[in-house]
């Protein structure tokens, strides 16, 4: 995703955060990520927009639903924005997605619909 997206994804976000993430402290520490990725200068912003824009479980899932393809939104470790924490899990039906820090015996189902995640190669 181009930076001039990112930064209109993340000016609509910070929009809908009330709605998105209902804990305050968690919605301050997510809205203070995203203003700071948009102030970086033009052209320069493309990482640290993905970094605030994947930065907690909610924005990761409007970011899926608003057009972002999985490995936008994957979390990298810091210095290294392509490797993933662990393994990355999605609902087919883009409900919810998880990271596991181990190889599960069974896929993880979606809480929300019952079906099975896909591993999302990053």
């Known amino acids: 995703m181009d930076e001039t997206t990112l930064r209109r994804l993340a000016a609509e976000l910070l929009d809908e955060l009330p709605t998105i993430i209902t804990d305050p402290a968690e919605r301050t520490s997510a809205a203070d990520a995203i203003t700071a990725a948009l102030s970086v200068p033009e052209g320069a912003g493309r990482l640290p927009l993905l970094d605030a824009l994947s930065s907690h479980k909610a924005t990761?899932?409007?970011m899926l639903t608003h057009g972002a393809a999985p490995q936008d939104v994957i979390?990298?470790?810091?210095?290294?924005?392509?490797?993933?924490?662990?393994?990355?899990?999605?609902?087919?039906?883009?409900?919810?997605?998880?990271?596991?820090?181990?190889?599960p015996a069974r896929l993880p189902l979606c809480s929300k619909c019952g079906t099975p995640m896909d591993l999302v190669q990053g």
């Open 60 to 62: 990761r899932h409007w």
């Open 75 to 103: 979390r990298g470790l810091p210095g290294d924005p392509t490797t993933p924490l662990g393994l990355y899990y999605m609902c087919p039906n883009k409900h919810e997605d998880t990271v596991l820090h181990s190889v």
